[in-house]
């Protein structure tokens, strides 16, 4: 059984390995500024991620969004590196984050800095509640999952199955709940479900109360989701979060933008390589 076990995680660690190659062609479109971004984020915040590797177009597909990464932002908490044999001293890592093949580590801002991205801040969270999550995060640095699941893995090979729409983000959650967090949503997920910050619960109308016209007649039930089923665009869904620009956290005023005048359809064509424009 031992050696059943350590061939099917070789097999994994390899798989894990083609998954996470750039897949070519990728081309940011907005990336945020990176010094604008850094200084907009507080801790607590996600920042999602429009990556560029092959398993990333497969989340992006099951989950019909834009992202297919999520990361934690924990602010200025983890230590700095010491200066490594050339005497450079890397960037403090900021964001705590699952990869495929890596598990649970702390990365540095700068990691995202040519990618498309989104802030989503939970609101009105307490300074004690903000300390629990970053803490909560922080404890799970070194956390591996398990790749000897191949199934887990053989699902990101398939970018576009054949299933319903309905189906697919069920997908995302198949096989070993450990291999499941390679989606990267799940951690932040249970992070903020253990102070009950609410995500996307399900909702139900109170037994019996459907028709009352009361505020307390209408009130609602909220059912807990299990933290494996979400993905990283939910949290870019959830009304419970905000969705924050930093462009626009910094006095925008769009008087003060340049434009060097009109492109038009056969310019924007020759740049990109493109033929003749549509008439």
């Not at 907005?30 to 010094?35: I, V």
């Not at 989950?63 to 010491?82: C, D, E, I, M, N």
């Not at 008087?255 to 009109?262: A, E, I, R, T, V």
Request: proline fraction near 7%.
């Amino acid at each position: 059984m031992a050696t059943v076990n350590i061939v099917r995680a070789k097999i994994g660690k390899l798989l894990a390995r083609i998954l996470v190659k750039e897949s070519s062609g990728y081309h940011p479109y907005t990336p945020s500024d990176f010094d604008t971004l850094w200084s907009t984020l507080e801790p607590g915040d996600i920042l999602l991620v429009e990556g560029n590797q092959h398993v990333s177009a497969a989340i992006k597909y099951l989950t019909q969004s834009t992202w297919s990464h999520a990361a934690f932002y924990v602010g200025h908490v983890l230590p700095r590196p010491t200066r490594d044999e050339n005497g450079i001293r890397p960037e403090r890592p900021r964001l705590i984050e699952v990869n495929l093949g890596d598990g649970c580590i702390a990365t540095p801002l700068s990691r995202y800095q040519s990618f498309n991205t989104r802030i989503c801040r939970p609101v009105g969270l307490s300074e004690k509640d903000k300390r629990k999550v970053v803490e909560f995060m922080i404890s799970k640095i070194g956390l591996k999952y398990d790749l000897r699941n191949i199934f887990d893995l053989l699902r990101y090979f398939i970018p576009t199955p054949p299933v319903p729409v309905s189906w697919r983000r069920k997908m995302l959650a198949f096989g070993s709940g450990d291999a499941t967090r390679a989606i990267c949503s799940s951690l932040i997920a249970q992070a903020y479900q253990s102070i009950d910050y609410p995500i996307l619960p399900e909702i139900t109308a109170a037994a019996g109360r459907t028709r009352a016209r009361s505020t307390y007649s209408r009130s609602e039930i909220l059912h807990i989701r299990h933290h494996s089923l979400f993905a990283p665009r939910d949290f870019d869904l959830s009304p419970y979060f905000e969705i924050v620009k930093p462009t626009l956290q910094k006095e925008f005023d769009y008087k003060d933008l340049s434009f060097s005048g009109k492109t038009s359809n056969r310019d924007v064509l020759r740049r990109s390589g493109g033929g003749k424009p549509q008439q």
